[in-house]
C-alpha cells in the first residue's frame, strides 16, 4: 500500500506571495492532519480534517488554511508569507477508527517551503 | 493543556552500546495515546510504537524496548545494541484518547550512532 505523498517536496516563495501544499493520505485513509516543523518551535498542530471538515484546529494565524476534498485528499495554502514561515510542513492520514478513538497517524515526506 | 518533554536534545554514542531515550508527559485526560516516532535525516516521520494509557506493560520488538511507567508519567525508549543506521531525530508525542487526530511532541532526541 503507497505511503502518504505530498507535493511539492520543495518550494521557495518571497513574502507576501502565497502557497499551496497538497497531501494524498494512504488508501482508504480519511482524516488528513498538518503539522509544522521548525527548529525553533519543533513539530506544531495545524489543523486536521475529516470528511471534508475541519475537526480540529492549532493555534496559528488566519493565514493558514486548509481544505480537503471527496478522495481525502488535502491541501493548505499559506497567504502573505512571512520569513518565519519557512519550515518542514508535514502531512499525516490516518483512518480514524469507527469508534473515534484516536489513530495512529502515518506520515508523508513534508514540503520544505523557504521563504525569502 | 498536554505536554511532552524529552530532556535530551542529543545524545552520541559508540556502536553497540545501549542507549535510553526520556519521555515525560502531562496531560489532565484520564486516558490517552503514547507514541514514538523516528525521524531520519530524509524527513519523514516513521512510526515506531503507539501505547494506550490502560497498558501499562513494557514492550519488546527486537532491539527497541518500550517502558511506560504512568506513576511518573514516563514513556522511555531504550535501543539495545545500537547500530548506526538507528542515528535519527526521536520524538515522543501524545494524544487524547478520542476525537483529536492531534498529537502534541516532545522537542526530540538527536541520536548518533558513532562506528
Known amino acids: 500500500k503507497a505511503g502518504v505523498t505530498q507535493t511539492p517536496r520543495y518550494l521557495i516563495k518571497t513574502r507576501g506571495q502565497q502557497v499551496t501544499l497538497s497531501c494524498s493520505p494512504i488508501?482508504?485513509?480519511?482524516?488528513v492532519s498538518w503539522y509544522q516543523q521548525t527548529p525553533g518551535q519543533g513539530l506544531q498542530f495545524l489543523f486536521e480534517y475529516f470528511s471534508e471538515t475541519q475537526r480540529n484546529k492549532g493555534n496559528f494565524p488566519g493565514r493558514f488554511s486548509g481544505r480537503q476534498f471527496s478522495n481525502s485528499r488535502s491541501e493548505m495554502n499559506v497567504s502573505t508569507l512571512e520569513l518565519g514561515d519557512s519550515a518542514l510542513y508535514l502531512c499525516a492520514s490516518s483512518l480514524p477508527t469507527g469508534t473515534g478513538s484516536t489513530d495512529t497517524q502515518y506520515f508523508g515526506p513534508g514540503t520544505r517551503l523557504t521563504v525569502l | 493543556a498536554q505536554k511532552v518533554t524529552q530532556a535530551q536534545t542529543e545524545i552520541s554514542v559508540v556502536e553497540k552500546e545501549d542507549v535510553t531515550l526520556d519521555c515525560v508527559y502531562e496531560?489532565?485526560?484520564?486516558?490517552?495515546?503514547l507514541f514514538w516516532y523516528k525521524q531520519p535525516p530524509s524527513g519523514e516521520l516513521v512510526f515506531l510504537i503507539r501505547?494506550?494509557?490502560?497498558?501499562?506493560q513494557n514492550e519488546i520488538s527486537g532491539r527497541y524496548s518500550w517502558n511506560f511507567q504512568k506513576s511518573t508519567s514516563s514513556f522511555n525508549f531504550t535501543i539495545t545494541a545500537s547500530q548506526v543506521v538507528d542515528s535519527a531525530v526521536y520524538f515522543c508525542?501524545?494524544?487524547?484518547?478520542?476525537?483529536?487526530?492531534?498529537?502534541?511532541f516532545g522537542q526530540g532526541t538527536r541520536l548518533t550512532i558513532n562506528p
Open positions: 496531560t489532565r485526560d484520564t486516558t490517552y495515546y
Open positions: 488508501s482508504g485513509h480519511r482524516s
Open positions: 508525542a501524545l494524544s487524547s484518547f478520542q476525537g483529536a487526530q492531534k498529537l502534541v
Open positions: 501505547r494506550n494509557s490502560f497498558d501499562e
